[in-house]
């Protein structure tokens, strides 16, 4: 398992994945059929997921990413972070999806909402691929989920240990640090 990086189990298989995202992609089209949609990528960890998603979605969507960086000791109490990468595209008077690999306590994706919603677009929503409703501290409109887990070291798919094993074709369970 590419040097194993100490994974206990196999949680959602490639197969899974792919089988759950063409399943968001679908509902995603049909509840988007002709409206104007924008996609936005949370980098880095939803990558694998928004590049499967939306081709997954079979309406035209406008795609675009942007990047947070934590500020050290405060995001994971506040939710504040930084923007490093902000978008290209306008989103004025569009729809927009948020797509993020997993969400915990909601907080740092809440305030990308708020950020993203004095740009004046419709609406806003969010489709994460994992959800752990547990450490839910703040309300967020998430439309669409593909799995809720519980506290655990996930590694694949996106999600990183110290910037590796982003490449996994599947998500993993760590064993406890």
């Not at 504040?80 to 948020?98: A, C, E, N």
Request: aromatic share 8%; glycine share 8%; hydrophobic share 40%.
């Amino acid at each position: 398992m590419m040097d194993d990086p100490d994974i206990r189990k196999v949680l959602f298989s490639e197969e899974t994945l792919k089988q759950k995202v063409t399943e968001l992609g679908r509902r995603i089209s049909e509840d988007y059929r002709d409206k104007e949609l924008v996609l936005i990528a949370v980098l880095k960890g939803s990558m694998y997921f928004f590049a499967d998603l939306t081709r997954a979605i079979d309406i035209p969507i406008g795609v675009d990413m942007i990047s947070i960086g934590n500020i050290p000791d405060t995001t994971s109490q506040t939710g504040i972070v930084r923007i490093t990468k902000d978008l290209d595209l306008s989103i004025t008077g569009k729809h927009v999806l948020v797509i993020e690999d997993i969400i915990r306590t909601g907080l740092t994706t809440a305030y990308l909402i708020q950020n993203l919603g004095a740009r004046k677009p419709i609406d806003i929503r969010v489709c994460t691929l994992l959800y752990n409703p547990d450490r839910m501290l703040i309300n967020i409109p998430i439309a669409y989920y593909g799995f809720e887990v519980k506290e655990s070291w996930l590694v694949g798919y996106g999600m990183d240990v110290g910037e590796k094993w982003r490449n996994l074709p599947f998500i993993g369970e760590l064993e406890h640090r």
